[in-house]
């Protein structure tokens, strides 16, 4: 992600040379894609810095609980993944493995560029062409499993050092963003459960004083 000036406000000295902010910003986003240091000594740092993320986050019991809650519901899903890992998946990864999950990615993943600015659609889609042409494929892989009914009820408890207490109750509605009762089911939620100002938070927290948040 970039966020760049319009080409109408640089000098207009740059603007007769033919220099270009948006062509500049397309060729260094193509040549970071295309052309990473994958350096081992980079990814023994980053490792060691992701593994002590998920380490502290037990550290924060709300965010924790909010893991494990998340972990539980999503679980044999494709989306039940964290982008924090477990310790264990993190110390495998080396440069070399990167590098052919990047390649696989480039090759793969299908690409998607958002462009919003001054500069016309066909000026855009030709940057686009000429700095992102051959990156991309069209596997794009997706799951109906929420739409799935869940079988049983899940109770998980857990015990620790912690000064408050977090409960989470989620439910499987089966609607998924494609569906037509989807956002009545974004308004029903909001109404009952997610933000100050739901029934949730104006009972438990305001008129009972049960809880923090």
Known sequence: AASILNDEYISSDDRERGFSILDGCFELLSEILKKPLFRESDTETEKINRINRIKARQNDAFGYAKYRFLKAMLENEPGGFTLSGETEQVEKYDAEILKKHHKHILENAPLEIFYCGTSSAERVLELIRKYFSGIGGSKLVCSDESKKKAEITKNITEEGEYRQGNLFVGFRTG???SDKDYY??????????????????????????????
């Open 175 to 177: 609607v998924v963003l």
């Open 184 to 213: 009545a089911t974004e308004l029903m939620n909001q109404i009952y459960g997610d933000g100050s100002q739901s029934k949730l938070f104006l009972n438990a927290r305001e008129k009972k004083s049960l809880c923090y948040f």
